[in-house]
Nanobody
Framework: QVQLVESGGGLVQAGGSLRLSCATS????????MGWSRQAPGKQRELVAT???????DYADSAKGRFTISRDNAKNTVYLRMNSLKPDDTAVYYC????????????WGQGTQVTISS
């Protein structure tokens, strides 16, 4: 059974940092493009960052310069380092895995809450 399990969320003050982790199982991790999305209350889910199989990264404008996505293929884990956090970053953060040959083969984690206090 495929599992994506996020961790590392929490409550931090504005200006602080967090590192989210997403551990995967039952997939060939290196075959998947990994991403982080977030959803704030009353808003649509927003793609924050992606990382290709070879490590090419892409970021939403809101994340550029502050967030860093990385992956460890040996640990089947993807990370999101978030610096200079703002109250607007408050959301549930979701990890997703999308197969590089078939976008219909996509898995999601359950999410981890990130709350930034002003």
């Amino acid at each position: 059974q495929v599992q994506l399990v996020e961790s590392g969320g929490g409550l931090v003050q504005a200006g602080g940092s967090l590192r989210l982790s997403c551990a995967t199982s039952a997939i060939v991790f290196s075959d998947y493009i990994m991403g982080w999305s977030r959803q704030a209350p009353g808003k649509q889910r927003e793609l924050v960052a992606t990382i290709s199989r070879l490590g090419t990264t892409d970021y939403a404008d809101s994340a550029k310069g502050r967030f860093t996505i990385s992956r460890d293929n040996a640990k089947n884990t993807v990370y999101l380092r978030m610096n200079s956090l703002k109250p607007d970053d408050t959301a549930v953060y979701y990890c997703n895995a999308r197969h590089y040959l078939s976008s219909s083969t996509t898995y999601w984690g359950q999410g981890t809450q990130v709350t930034i206090s002003s």
